[in-house]
Nanobody, 118 residues
Framework: QVQLQESGGGLVQAGGSLRLSCAAS????????VGWFRQAAGKERVLVAA????????YTDDPEKGRFTISRDDGGNTVALQMSSLKTEATAVYYC???????????WGQGTQVNVSS
């Protein structure tokens, strides 16, 4: 099983930046893809960005393109989500998750809160 721990959330003013980190441990050799999701209060959890464990971002949600960048540290077990020019709509709990090649996302972290103030 894979264990995930997010960090880096906090309070930021609109227009500011935050960098979230997701540290993976355990059976990391089973990871095929890592995704960052967010869930705003009263809304469904949505995928924001995803990256192949072998490298290379494969998805960024349209509203965040050009402002959010997902990356994996070289040879390591941490996936980051760099968020810039943040909008108040980005306020949410952010989760990282992993999936195996033929499975849906099934391993989740506890989440980290991001609050963007106007």
């Amino acid at each position: 099983q894979v264990q995930l721990q997010e960090s880096g959330g906090g309070l930021v003013q609109a227009g500011g930046s935050l960098r979230l980190s997701c540290a993976a441990s355990g059976r990391t050799f089973d990871i095929y893809e890592v995704g960052w999701f967010r869930q705003a209060a009263g809304k469904e959890r949505v995928l924001v960005a995803a990256i192949a464990w072998s490298g290379g971002a494969i998805y960024t949600d349209d509203p965040e393109k050009g402002r959010f960048t997902i990356s994996r540290d070289d040879g390591g077990n941490t996936v980051a989500l760099q968020m810039s020019s943040l909008k108040t709509e980005a306020t949410a709990v952010y989760y990282c998750a992993t999936r195996r090649k033929t499975n849906p996302y099934g391993c989740w972290g506890q989440g980290t809160q991001v609050n963007v103030s106007s």
